[in-house]
Protein backbone atom coordinates (compact mmCIF):
# COMPACT_ATOMS: atom_id res chain seq x y z
CA UNK A 1 0.00 0.00 0.00
CA UNK A 2 1.83 3.18 -1.42
CA UNK A 3 1.57 6.21 1.64
CA UNK A 4 2.85 10.00 0.40
CA UNK A 5 2.31 12.03 3.40
CA UNK A 6 2.53 15.65 2.50
CA UNK A 7 3.41 18.35 5.64
CA UNK A 8 5.01 21.79 6.09
CA UNK A 9 1.82 24.25 5.08
CA UNK A 10 1.04 27.09 6.83
CA UNK A 11 -0.05 30.81 6.62
CA UNK A 12 2.21 32.89 5.52
CA UNK A 13 2.76 36.69 4.44
CA UNK A 14 2.66 37.59 0.80
CA UNK A 15 6.72 37.57 -0.21
CA UNK A 16 7.76 35.11 2.19
CA UNK A 17 9.00 31.03 1.91
CA UNK A 18 7.56 27.87 2.30
CA UNK A 19 9.18 24.08 2.04
CA UNK A 20 6.84 21.24 1.50
CA UNK A 21 7.68 17.98 1.96
CA UNK A 22 6.35 14.83 0.62
CA UNK A 23 7.09 11.29 2.42
CA UNK A 24 6.33 8.15 0.17
CA UNK A 25 6.15 4.63 1.66
CA UNK A 26 5.23 1.43 0.42
CA UNK A 27 6.81 1.52 -3.34
CA UNK A 28 10.56 1.50 -4.47
CA UNK A 29 10.44 5.49 -4.63
CA UNK A 30 13.15 6.00 -6.68
CA UNK A 31 11.04 4.25 -9.80
CA UNK A 32 8.39 6.93 -10.07
CA UNK A 33 8.52 10.51 -10.95
CA UNK A 34 6.62 13.34 -8.60
CA UNK A 35 4.22 15.69 -8.75
CA UNK A 36 2.51 18.64 -7.42
CA UNK A 37 -0.44 19.57 -7.42
CA UNK A 38 -2.79 22.58 -5.66
CA UNK A 39 -6.28 22.99 -5.47
CA UNK A 40 -8.24 26.58 -4.70
CA UNK A 41 -11.76 26.52 -3.39
CA UNK A 42 -14.10 26.03 -6.11
CA UNK A 43 -11.30 25.52 -8.86
CA UNK A 44 -10.45 22.29 -10.10
CA UNK A 45 -7.28 20.60 -9.33
CA UNK A 46 -3.88 21.93 -11.49
CA UNK A 47 -0.01 21.01 -11.86
CA UNK A 48 2.26 23.03 -10.31
CA UNK A 49 5.75 20.83 -10.65
CA UNK A 50 6.97 18.05 -11.79
CA UNK A 51 10.30 15.98 -11.09
CA UNK A 52 11.68 12.45 -13.13
CA UNK A 53 12.40 9.78 -10.98
CA UNK A 54 16.32 10.84 -11.14
CA UNK A 55 15.94 14.00 -10.24
CA UNK A 56 17.80 15.38 -13.56
CA UNK A 57 14.59 16.59 -15.17
CA UNK A 58 11.82 19.51 -13.86
CA UNK A 59 8.93 20.48 -15.15
CA UNK A 60 6.52 23.30 -14.01
CA UNK A 61 3.69 25.23 -14.44
CA UNK A 62 4.06 28.95 -15.95
CA UNK A 63 2.31 30.66 -12.80
CA UNK A 64 5.48 29.14 -10.71
CA UNK A 65 7.93 29.53 -12.94
CA UNK A 66 11.25 31.25 -11.22
CA UNK A 67 9.51 31.02 -7.93
CA UNK A 68 9.21 27.19 -6.92
CA UNK A 69 11.83 24.63 -6.63
CA UNK A 70 11.02 20.55 -6.80
CA UNK A 71 13.44 18.13 -5.81
CA UNK A 72 13.77 14.87 -4.52
CA UNK A 73 16.13 12.61 -1.81
CA UNK A 74 15.56 9.16 -2.75
CA UNK A 75 17.56 8.47 -0.02
CA UNK A 76 15.20 9.63 1.98
CA UNK A 77 11.91 8.78 -0.07
CA UNK A 78 11.02 12.32 -0.13
CA UNK A 79 9.81 14.96 -2.55
CA UNK A 80 10.32 18.74 -1.60
CA UNK A 81 8.72 21.78 -2.61
CA UNK A 82 10.24 25.24 -2.09
CA UNK A 83 8.03 27.68 -2.21
CA UNK A 84 9.59 31.47 -2.46
CA UNK A 85 8.28 35.13 -3.40
CA UNK A 86 4.33 33.68 -2.22
CA UNK A 87 1.59 35.55 -3.90
CA UNK A 88 -2.49 35.40 -2.20
CA UNK A 89 -2.59 33.33 -5.46
CA UNK A 90 -0.93 30.66 -4.34
CA UNK A 91 -2.89 29.97 -1.48
CA UNK A 92 -4.35 26.59 -2.13
CA UNK A 93 -4.20 22.77 -0.78
CA UNK A 94 -1.37 20.92 -1.77
CA UNK A 95 -1.04 17.54 -3.17
CA UNK A 96 2.03 15.27 -3.88
CA UNK A 97 1.25 12.15 -6.39
CA UNK A 98 3.17 9.79 -7.59
CA UNK A 99 3.23 8.89 -11.35
CA UNK A 100 4.94 5.93 -13.49
CA UNK A 101 5.58 8.67 -16.53
CA UNK A 102 9.30 7.84 -17.80
CA UNK A 103 9.31 11.82 -18.98
CA UNK A 104 8.27 14.81 -17.16
CA UNK A 105 8.28 17.14 -20.31
CA UNK A 106 5.15 15.76 -21.55
CA UNK A 107 1.24 16.92 -22.11
CA UNK A 108 0.64 13.96 -19.62
CA UNK A 109 2.32 15.03 -16.55
CA UNK A 110 0.21 17.89 -16.74
CA UNK A 111 -2.64 15.38 -15.54
CA UNK A 112 -4.37 14.40 -12.96
CA UNK A 113 -4.45 11.54 -14.36
CA UNK A 114 -1.26 10.38 -15.29
CA UNK A 115 -0.98 10.11 -11.61
CA UNK A 116 -1.37 6.51 -9.76
CA UNK A 117 -1.50 7.69 -5.81
CA UNK A 118 -1.89 10.99 -3.80
CA UNK A 119 -1.60 12.38 -0.61
CA UNK A 120 -4.19 14.00 1.87
CA UNK A 121 -2.50 17.58 0.98
CA UNK A 122 -1.36 20.10 3.02
CA UNK A 123 -3.17 23.92 3.23
CA UNK A 124 -0.44 26.74 2.30
CA UNK A 125 -2.75 30.45 3.24
CA UNK A 126 -0.96 33.75 1.24
CA UNK A 127 -2.25 36.62 3.31
CA UNK A 128 -1.73 40.20 1.25
Known amino acids: QVQLVESGGGLVQAGGSLRLSCAAS????????MGWFRQAPGKEREFVAAISWSGDSTNYADSVKGRFTISRDNAKNTVYLQMSSLKPEDTAVYYCAMSQAQKVHTIAVLKTTRYDYWGQGTQVTVSS
Open 26 to 33: GRTFSSYA
